[in-house]
């Protein structure tokens, strides 16, 4: 790799403080400040100090040692940021689990991980509840909201409440691991992303410095079970801020709390800003607070941006942040680019042979730096590292411009290849949003003995007297015609996976057997 190798040095690596650390340091000096706000719940700094000190009690009173893994089976509540706190101060390792996924998906990853103990809620149990006692041992199971007395599950606020809040905790080691996160597994069994103190601190301090200021009011209405939700939350509360939380995603809710507590933050996938736009429409907020909205975890139109800044008087700013790395890139300033790297000494652009590509060319992400996960997780004392002369390939294709500015491309593994030619998803999606009557759309490469690939294309109508071929005539304008596709599929709804991201192998499934949908083929 002709990347520079490792170790290098960098002057824009603040001195380490654990999230830990932090919290009780601001409990100390404004006890009485906000910290959460969930429903008609608001907890102080203080309070959530206390509770964290207790919980973390509890974790040590149910035998459980550093290392062990606690499964977190649970939505956006205050008992999840607490948890959180409570598994880095004993230093014991938070394994949140996808709130979505069924105990067909769930049980083989609970066999992997071993965990020591399930942190649950009663309506997300019924996909635990029948497992097996060598999976998961049943007097280890407790639901943060109360008991189930059919299948044995105990109350966890119930032993909380029996520990002591002033306790004194030993330090941890912060370069074991803490956090693991999973990936969304689509093209295989998921992958565990491993973080520890440090790196989670790093992370958190590097996001910071980007696209926080002190005490602002951020709206958590993304899964703190994937990054995107948990390090918004947890940035907030590093900087002194309040996070407002949202159990689940509902738009004409989130804009209601927007306007109630004058939420001034958003981290949020592009589909949920699509939706709050047309309630915002319909039944207009007193959105004005807002100042830092940032949109991630998919590719974003920038006629997306462009009605978001019409309908909600502030820009929607593009961020590329991941499970195993976040804090590299600032915001993207303008409609189109997704960002700039905070030091370009950690970001490179290779290509296939692993050389650095020019200006204006396309090469896979690598990216390097303390705020970096540190592999995936195979088992105990198991770990992948993953990366290569201090190198993490991302997967991600993007290009550099000569003003510094990074543009996204496609997933490495997404990239069309047609006829020997190159196309990008990602351009043609954002050609085919431009008109006003597509919302959303995907596209997709599928197999042919003769080209290598076929374009197919996938949009959700905005409006039901759109024909397809009008769309089709107006993407002719504004793309190259071997990038045009070769299908143009109409779907009620993008179907999307785990994490919310549209699903791209489901995609290429129904365009592969073409049938079930309105369908516009050329040629």
Known sequence: MSCPAIPFQSNQTPRLVTLHERLFESAAARPDAIALIAGNNTWTYDRLARYVRRFSQALLVQGLRPGDRVALHLTNKLETVAAFYACMLTGMIAVPLNTRLTR????????????????????????????????????????????????????????????????????????????????????????????????????????????????????IATPMMHGAGLFTALTTLATGGTCVLMDRFEPAAALDLIELHRCTMLMWLPFMYSEAIARQIVQPRNVTSLGTCLVGGDTTPPSLQEEFLRVFGVRMRNFLGMSESAGTFTYGFDIGPVCRAVDMDRVCLVDAEGNPVKHGEAGELLLRGPNMFVGYWLGPGRIDDARKDGWWATGDVL?????????????????????????????????????????????????????????????????????????????????????????????????????????????????????????????
Not at 497 to 506: C, F, I, P, Q
């Open 399 to 523: 290009r550099q411009d000569e003003a510094g500015d990074f543009w996204y491309v496609a997933r490495k593994k997404n990239l069309i290849i047609r006829g020997g030619s190159n196309i990008s998803p990602t351009e043609v999606e954002h050609a085919l949003t431009v008109h006003r009557g597509v919302r959303e759309a995907a596209i997709v490469g599928v197999p042919d003995a003769v080209l290598g690939q076929r374009v197919i294309g996938f949009v959700e109508l905005s409006e039901a007297a759109t024909e397809v071929e009008d769309v089709l005539r107006d993407l002719s304008t504004r793309v190259a015609s071997y990038k045009m596709p070769e299908r143009l599929i109409v779907v009620d709804q993008l179907p999307r996976n785990s994490l919310g991201k549209v699903d791209r192998a489901r995609l290429k499934a129904i365009g592969e057997l073409g049938t079930g949908c309105r369908l516009r083929s050329r040629g």
């Open 104 to 219: 067909t998906e769930l049980e083989p990853q609970l066999r992997r991980l071993q965990v020591s103990l399930y942190l649950g809620q009663i309506d997300l149990y019924g996909a635990i509840a029948g497992m097996d006692a060598s999976i998961l041992d049943a007097d280890k199971r407790f639901l943060v909201d109360g008991s189930d007395r059919d299948t044995g599950a105990r109350a966890w606020c119930e032993l909380v409440a029996q520990q002591a809040d002033e306790v004194r905790f030993a330090p941890v080691c912060v370069d074991e691991p803490a956090l693991l996160l999973s990936t969304s597994g689509t093209t295989g069994e998921p992958k565990f992303v491993t973080h520890t103190l440090r790196t989670v601190s790093a992370m958190m301090q590097a996001c910071q410095a980007i696209a926080l200021r002190p005490y602002d009011v951020a709206l």
